[in-house]
């Protein structure tokens, strides 16, 4: 059986969408209620809304899955989930550990994990360089351990280190060709 969908699974700044975009195949775009970073776009990085338009959206039975992080709501809408997983083509998505649970739940096999880590120094590193304030760097990082320890349900683990970026860039690149020769889908 093909895989319909690749989840990236990861602590903050471990370099989940990077892997993401290396792979390079169409992203499902979620919907959270965090304000935008500089450069993101809305419906490309996320769909931007207000945490009362998600508590909405959740009440009225849109979402498959809805998640709270660092005082935010993460969620993917049952409407796209069902459009990809009813695609020919193979689609990419960055999710936390309980929505990956629910997804694995109900799509088994159909669903590729990617976890994603790094070192935790590395990480603050990075999340400073990102601008991210000092309160928010803690936060994010106060749950590096708990999201490392979640790396156990992926399928496969990718240690996106500085000093391993090409292995990892490496990794992607063996995934897509492995995905390629088993499916027609991308
Ligand atoms: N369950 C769930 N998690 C999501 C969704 N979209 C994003 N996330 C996760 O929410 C967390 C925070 O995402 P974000 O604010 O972009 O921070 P980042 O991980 O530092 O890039 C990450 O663990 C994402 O994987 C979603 O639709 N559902
Ligand atoms: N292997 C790596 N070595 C050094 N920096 C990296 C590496 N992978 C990603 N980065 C950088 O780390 C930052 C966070 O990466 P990002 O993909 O946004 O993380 P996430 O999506 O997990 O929050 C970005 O500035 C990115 O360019």
Redesign the pocket.
């Known amino acids: 059986m093909s895989f319909k969908l690749i989840i990236f699974q ?1 602590p ?7 892997l993401q975009a290396l792979l390079d195949i169409p992203k499902v775009v979620t919907w959270t209620s965090r304000a935008p970073r500089e450069g993101e776009v809305n419906g490309v990085d996320y769909h931007f809304v207000t945490k009362e338009t998600m508590c909405e959206m959740f009440i009225g039975g849109d979402m498959l899955e809805m998640t709270e992080y660092q005082g935010n709501y993460y969620g993917t809408s049952i409407v796209a989930i069902n459009q990809i997983m009813n695609a020919k083509q193979m689609n990419s998505v ?1 999710m936390d550990a309980k929505g990956v649970k629910i997804l694995k739940e109900r799509f088994h096999d159909t669903i590729l994990v990617i976890g ?1 880590t790094a070192n935790k120094e590395q990480c603050r590193l ?1 999340l400073l ?2 601008n991210t304030d000092d309160k928010d760097v803690s936060r994010r990082l106060a749950s590096f351990e708990e999201e490392t320890s979640a790396l156990a349900q992926c399928d496969i683990v990718i240690y ?3 000093e ?2 090409e292995k ?1 860039k490496r990794m992607i690149s063996y995934i897509k060709r492995g995905l390629v020769e088993n499916s027609e889908l991308l």
């Open positions: 990861g903050s700044a471990s370099g989940k969408s990077t960055v994603v990075r360089s990102r996106n280190t500085e391993n970026r990892a």
